[in-house]
Every structure is written in C-alpha cells, then in structure tokens.
T-cell receptor, first 110, second 114 residues
Framework: DAKTTQPTSMDCAEGRAANLPCNHS???????VYWYRQIHSQGPQYIIH???NNETNEMASLIITEDRKSSTLILPHATLRDTAVYYC???????????FGKGTMLLVSP | EAQVTQNPRYLITVTGKKLTVTCSQN?????MSWYRQDPGLGLRQIYY???????DKGDVPEGYKVSRKEKRNFPLILESPSPNQTSLYFC?????????????FGSGTRLTVV
C-alpha cells in the first residue's frame, strides 16, 4: 500500500470548515483513498473514500487532486464532536488489509 | 442496527489465565479482523478472516489465536496472557469486494493483564 503523510495535529473553530490534507505521492492506479476517524478510545469510524473524482456524503467531502498525489478531507461545519484522530489510508479495496498510520489529531474548539 | 459487538468492554486478568474476547457482527460480512491499539504504536492487525474457516495472521499474531466457525462470530483467544498483551482491542468487519461502506469497528475491549 502507498504511504501517506498527514500533519500531526490541526485546530479548527467550531462552525468553520475543517480541511485535513493528506499526501500520497506514490499512490498507484488501482488504489483508493480512504478516510477514517477515531474519537478518543472508540472504534475507528469510516468516513469516506474515493478513487479520482471528488466525493461527498453526509459526513464529509473528499477532494482528490488531478494527479492523485494528494487529497483533502473537508468537514464543512465542524462541531466539538468532530474532535478526533483522522486517518488517511491508501489501499486497494477488498484485498489488502487496512493499515493505520499516525493520523491527524483535529481539535475543534468553541 | 448494523453493528459489531465485542464483549467484554473491560477485563482485568492474571498472567497465564486463558481468556476469550468475543466479537459478533449482524451484517453478514465475510471479512472480519482483530486489531490492538497501544500508545505510540497505533492500530495493528492481529488476525483476519476472509470467510468461514479461513483465517490468517496479521502484523502481530504472537500469543493470540482465533477461530471462524460461523460467519457472524470471530473470537480472539489468549491461551496464556502476559502483561505485554495489555492493550485496547478492536474487532472489525466489512463486505468483501467493493467495500463501499468501509470497515465497521466494535466499541473496543480494554484488557489489563497483571
């Protein structure tokens, strides 16, 4: 699986958009970008995934650059409950295992 | 409600006393796996199962056993627990193939071995 690089931590004001970047310059053609988050000591939660087109669901939006070497997870209106560690994972769905890196600790403040 | 259920949530045990952590999912998922999470080391996969009677080692399988006799259950067995197995454990499941909804994780089991 391709390696990813994420900032260690980020801050966001409640109600503002949180934009979490991820670099994956060695991504291969059949690898998807997945995002998960883990709220303190709870089980990780799937957020969104994509191949090359931008994706949106009820939780977030995923923007993938045209060259697919980086992506951004967007939480449009962050709340205090969005405080969590966010993991960007690049892998081939359904085959390789889900390997977590260190992720980004997002702190949403009032 | 679609979910992965782990039991117990908390467990304190003594070195060498065999224990089993249960995991059950109600989504008819073929794939199930176990992770442990330790400070500074993140989430690491212990074992996984692609389907009934099919299991394989993950990154840190030493000291653990698993079985998959039926699709919904995937217990984690520690035959002779040691203090270095003190950790937070998560069970997860997913659909095979397209994986459109990602993995579903349980709420975790915090194990302390003294």
């Amino acid at each position: 699986d391709a390696k990813t690089t994420q900032p260690t931590s980020m801050d966001c004001a409640e109600g503002r958009a949180a934009n979490l970047p991820c670099n994956h310059s060695t991504i291969s053609g059949n690898e998807y970008v997945y995002w998960y988050r883990q709220i303190h000591s709870q089980g990780p939660q799937y957020i969104i995934h994509g191949l090359k087109n931008n994706e949106t669901n009820e939780m977030a939006s995923l923007i993938i650059t045209e060259d697919r070497k980086s992506s951004t997870l967007i939480l449009p209106h962050a709340t205090l409950r969005d405080t969590a560690v966010y993991y960007c994972i690049v892998r081939v769905p359904g085959y390789s295992t889900l390997t977590f890196g260190k992720g980004t600790m997002l702190l949403v403040s009032p | 409600e679609a979910q992965v259920t782990q039991n117990p949530r908390y467990l304190i045990t003594v070195t060498g006393k065999k224990l089993t952590v249960t995991c059950s999912q109600n989504m008819n998922h073929e794939y199930m796996s176990w992770y442990r999470q330790d400070p500074g080391l993140g989430l690491r996969q212990i074992y996984y199962s692609m389907n009934v009677e099919v299991t394989d080692k993950g990154d840190v399988p030493e000291g653990y056993k698993v079985s998959r006799k039926e699709k919904r259950n995937f217990p984690l067995i520690l035959e002779s627990p040691s203090p270095n197995q003190t950790s937070l454990y998560f069970c997860a499941s997913r659909q095979s193939g397209t994986e459109n909804y990602g993995y579903t994780f349980g709420s975790g089991t915090r194990l302390t071995v003294v």
